[in-house]
Structure formats: structure tokens, C-alpha cells
């Protein structure tokens, strides 16, 4: 982080947007068949549309199109999710009205989280990026459910 002797244009890369894609898109591509995921999916609530809630990542069956689980992915370094965290998610499953919710973070976690809320369970996963993608990816597949 010093003034060197090159010119060069600065420029800015949004971590939390890139690790959404890539989680997203690594697992789009190692899917069971019978499963198909949904991103950036949207959904209005209130009799106006007063609520707009984005969600990361949907997992539904292919058939059916029953929604099973969301899944938030999350840029941060943690252990513990934090409530407003927490509380988005379980909002999210409300909405689709799935009993699974998991906050996904980019490493392997120390301590697990845990809690049910209503009749959502919110649980977190670690897709670690300082590992091999396809172990850490294998990893969150099963911890959903996916695999």
C-alpha cells in the first residue's frame, strides 16, 4: 500500500456481491438433478407490496417447484450470526413458507448455530474459501441437503 512508479486506474471489488455469485454459481453447477436453484428471487408482500424481500439463493424441487430451503450468503468473518442476520432469513423462510434456513459464511466455522424459531430452524455453514472449492462445496451440499 505505497505510492509506486506506475499509473493505473483504482478500482473497487464488492467482496460480498462476488462471493454471493460464486457460491450461487458453484452450486448451480453440482446440483442433484431433481433439484434447481433459484437466485436473486423476489417476492412482494402486504396487500400493496409494501414488503420487498430479495433472496439469496432458493432451492426447490424441479418437479414440483416446491420451494425447501433459503439460503443467505453472507461476506462476513464470524462465528455467530448476528439477529438482524437471523431475523432476515427467518423472514425470508416465512415467506416461502419452508421449515429450513441456513446463513452460509466464507470459512469454515468454529461454532455451530443452531435455533428454531416458530417452525423455521436457522443453522449456519461455512463454504471456505482458503480450502479447496470443491471439498467446501461438497460440504455445504450435504449440510442442506443437497447432495
Same mark, same amino acid.
Given at each position: 500500500?505505497?505510492?509506486?512508479?506506475?499509473?493505473?486506474?483504482?478500482?473497487?471489488?464488492?467482496?460480498?456481491?462476488?462471493?454471493? /455469485?460464486?457460491?450461487?454459481?458453484?452450486?448451480?453447477?453440482?446440483?442433484?438433478?431433481?433439484?434447481?436453484?433459484? %437466485?436473486?428471487?423476489?417476492?412482494?408482500?402486504?396487500?400493496?407490496?409494501?414488503?420487498?424481500?430479495?433472496? %439469496?439463493?432458493?432451492?426447490?424441487?424441479?418437479?414440483?417447484?416446491?420451494?425447501?430451503?433459503?439460503?443467505?450468503? /453472507?461476506?462476513?468473518?464470524?462465528?455467530?450470526?448476528?439477529? %438482524?442476520?437471523?431475523?432476515?432469513?427467518?423472514?425470508?423462510?416465512?415467506?416461502?413458507?419452508?421449515?429450513?434456513?441456513? &446463513?452460509?459464511?466464507?470459512?469454515?466455522?468454529?461454532?455451530?448455530?443452531? #435455533?428454531? #424459531?416458530?417452525? #423455521?430452524?436457522?443453522?449456519?455453514?461455512?463454504? %471456505?474459501?482458503?480450502? *479447496?472449492?470443491?471439498?467446501?462445496?461438497? &460440504?455445504?451440499?450435504?449440510?442442506?441437503?443437497? *447432495?
Amino acid at each position: 500500500h505505497a505510492v509506486g512508479d506506475r499509473a493505473m486506474v483504482p478500482f473497487l471489488v464488492d467482496m460480498a456481491a462476488l462471493f454471493e /455469485k460464486f457460491v450461487t454459481e458453484w452450486m448451480r453447477n453440482h446440483l442433484p438433478e431433481q433439484l434447481r436453484l433459484l %437466485d436473486q428471487y423476489s417476492r412482494t408482500l402486504g396487500q400493496r407490496g409494501e414488503l420487498y424481500l430479495k433472496m %439469496d439463493i432458493v432451492l426447490e424441487e424441479r418437479e414440483s417447484y416446491r420451494p425447501l430451503t433459503v439460503l443467505d450468503v /453472507k461476506y462476513k468473518d464470524t462465528d455467530r450470526p448476528s439477529n %438482524d442476520d437471523v431475523f432476515q432469513v427467518i423472514t425470508y423462510a416465512t415467506a416461502l413458507g419452508v421449515r429450513d434456513a441456513w &446463513l452460509v459464511y466464507p470459512r469454515a466455522l468454529q461454532e455451530t448455530f443452531d #435455533v428454531t #424459531v416458530g417452525a #423455521v430452524r436457522v443453522r449456519t455453514v461455512g463454504f %471456505d474459501v482458503t480450502a *479447496n472449492f470443491d471439498d467446501s462445496g461438497e &460440504l455445504l451440499l450435504a449440510a442442506v441437503g443437497a *447432495n
